[in-house]
T-cell receptor, first 112, second 115 residues
Framework: QKEVEQDPGPLSVPEGAIVSLNCTYS??????FMWYRQYSRKGPELLMY????GNKEDGRFTAQVDKSSKYISLFIRDSQPSDSATYLC????????????FGSGTRLSIRP | DSGVTQTPKHLITATGQRVTLRCSPR?????VYWYQQSLDQGLQFLIQ???????AKGNILERFSAQQFPDLHSELNLSSLELGDSALYFC??????????????FGPGTRLTVL
């Protein structure tokens, strides 16, 4: 079993919908949680970073961490075709970037 | 555009060969990271350099090596290539020494195909 599990999708939703992307994990020691967005033929870019539990909001994006359930989510409100990309969750026990474990990514497509 | 450049964009080679991938970080960034992304393994950290010195090592095979030069560009050398080394190789850079909260800027990647 992988430490970080992510549904590969693809997930296809109409423009304007609320999107929910999720990851589960097995290591209860994870305390740093991230979401990356990767457009086709590009490198990943950091979208959201949270430490420990709780919610964090940035514009149309909300990251949620539930450590008791070992479950993290990324919500995208008012989704746009430009949000079409692969979303990678990532997490780490330690504060060092070299220890980040990435999920395999969920492909998201927003239909105009 | 992240400001990180990688060359070449594509590389096709044969098993047993050796290749060198090159990365130029964003201006002012002292840390360079190398990652491998494949369909079965996902994105995996290989190695990090900070201001010319090796800072952290991940799941990097002994056949692979890297270095960062005084002008801060970095090279990843892959030798005795195997079919399983076919993947996307990303370079990323950041200003600081490499905390999870540091924003890493990823390059466009080099797609390596080993035949």
């Amino acid at each position: 079993q992988k430490e970080v599990e992510q549904d590969p999708g693809p997930l296809s939703v109409p423009e304007g919908a609320i999107v929910s992307l999720n990851c589960t994990y097995s290591n209860s020691a994870f305390q740093y949680f991230m979401w990356y967005r990767q457009y086709s033929r590009k490198g990943p870019e950091l979208l959201m970073y949270t430490y420990s539990s709780g919610n964090k909001e940035d514009g149309r994006f909300t990251a949620q961490v539930d450590k008791s359930s070992k479950y993290i989510s990324l919500f995208i409100r008012d989704s746009q075709p430009s949000d079409s990309a692969t979303y990678l969750c990532a997490m780490s026990v330690y504060s060092s970037a070299s220890k980040i474990i990435f999920g395999s990514g969920t492909r998201l497509s927003i239909r105009p | 555009d992240s400001g990180v450049t990688q060359t070449p964009k594509h590389l096709i080679t044969a098993t047993g060969q050796r290749v060198t991938l090159r990365c130029s970080p964003r201006s002012g960034d002292l840390s360079v990271y190398w990652y491998q992304q494949s369909l079965d393994q996902g994105l995996q950290f290989l190695i990090q350099y900070y201001n010319g010195e090796e800072r952290a090592k991940g799941n990097i095979l002994e056949r692979f090596s890297a270095q960062q030069f005084p002008d801060l560009h970095s090279e990843l050398n892959l030798s005795s290539l195997e079919l399983g080394d076919s993947a996307l190789y990303f370079c990323a850079s950041s200003v600081a020494t490499g905390e999870v909260s540091d924003t890493q800027y990823f390059g466009p990647g080099t797609r390596l195909t080993v035949l």
